[in-house]
């Protein structure tokens, strides 16, 4: 068994050490040798571990991108005894796996190089909204290049924000896509570009602190009154198919870093709520809950409401990127489940006890409130 540091289970502190029986660096030599061969984890493990013997992947997790190429990938070193290797999956589809690998199949080449020009234009139609004024930017720049505190940043980047949410929804939606564009553009071509731009670079230090601070459009609720009427009733597990996942045998292309915005109107709340109503029943209608419909609610509304309140997470929102801001996110979570102790015994040792499901519930709750930023 692996995990990383000490986890109460039956009232008792555990690490895997002492679950194990020896100490954790022995877990590479141990698992090929008798009683084990057979290793449970979580996220140790899943990645830059080098054991030609591994044959056999149970996966219980949902797995995307690179992180499934990763994972999978742990089974793929060559071995004199091992002729082939075998995945039973409870989670995935096999299309999300397919697509995850195809880029990595074979060689992978760059499409087209980023345009700098670009930046000229993007520039141009951010300047076009009139959400912030020549004179904004530079005084931004200077204070921030002069080591000003964050409250002598704030009174320009309000009065932006003003200006902003003074557009029609669409044009919200744009400019903050534009704006992110120049930002991804202008990031990777400022290490690569043997000259240097002021306007870009005092545009790009404005940006940086004024996109955080653009609220997405508002749109009516429409899961208001739908959620009371959602009743979790049963669960059962069911072999879907047996299959070999096939890739194009094909060189890859890759994009350039995306010059143009992009933008859309978030996903529907609606949706979402249904989407993680659908996993939650998917992965975890078999746990005997005494109150589904309180488990649901407190999932979907309570716990993201308090979660979101937190204010060294709001701060993390809106002041520092996405990894800082998930690492708040996850301390917030821990102090409102530790709150919600003496309310929700259920609920709350299946985070503490349930590693999938605490990890799937941080996740959940992170794509929530992090969205609404």
Not at 78 to 99: C, G, M, S, W, Y
Not at 257 to 265: Q, R
């Amino acid at each position: 068994m692996a995990f990383s540091g000490e986890h109460e289970y039956g009232g008792v502190k555990v690490t895997e050490a002492s679950l194990n029986g020896f100490p954790s660096n022995l877990i590479p030599e141990k698992i090929r040798e008798e009683p084990y061969r057979f290793l449970i984890c979580a996220d140790k493990f899943q990645t830059g571990y080098d054991e030609p013997l591994l044959h056999t992947m149970y996966v219980d997790k949902v797995l995307s991108g690179v992180k499934a190429v990763q994972t999978l990938s742990r089974l793929n070193r060559a071995h004199p005894q091992k002729h082939d290797t075998f995945i039973l999956d409870f989670v995935n589809d096999p299309e999300t796996i397919r697509l995850a690998f195809e880029p990595y199949y074979r060689t992978t080449i760059l499409a087209d190089e980023t345009d700098p020009n670009r930046l000229h234009d993007l520039k141009a139609d951010l300047d076009a909204y009139e959400v912030y004024t020549p004179m904004q930017v530079d005084e931004l720049a200077r204070r921030y290049l002069e080591g000003a505190d964050r409250d002598q940043l704030d009174p320009i980047l309000d009065a932006c924000v003003a200006s902003y949410l003074g557009l029609d929804e669409d044009g919200q939606v744009d400019f903050k896509a534009k704006a992110k564009a120049f930002l991804r553009t202008y990031n990777f071509l400022s290490a690569i570009l043997p000259y240097s731009n002021v306007q870009w670079e005092k545009l790009s230090i404005f940006l940086e602190f004024l996109v955080p601070k653009l609220p997405a459009p508002k749109e009516e609720d429409l899961a208001k009154g739908i959620l009371e009427a959602i009743d979790m009733d049963s669960y059962r597990v069911e072999k879907q198919a047996t299959m070999r996942i096939a890739l194009t045998d094909a060189d890859t292309e890759i994009e350039p870093v995306p010059t143009t915005g992009g933008g859309h109107k978030p996903e529907p709340e609606l949706d979402r709520l249904s989407n993680i109503i659908k996993a939650f029943n998917e992965q975890f209608g078999n746990i005997p809950w005494t109150d589904a419909d309180r488990v649901r609610k407190l999932i979907t509304e309570e716990i993201p409401a308090r979660v979101a309140a937190d204010t060294a997470y709001r701060n993390a929102r809106k002041y520092s990127d996405q990894q800082n801001a998930r690492i708040e996110h996850d301390k917030a979570l821990h102090r409102v489940m530790t709150a919600i102790l003496s309310d929700d015994t259920e609920l709350f040792k299946q985070f503490s006890d349930n590693e999938s499901f605490r990890r799937w519930l941080m996740d959940t709750v992170f794509a929530l409130t992090y969205a609404k930023e």
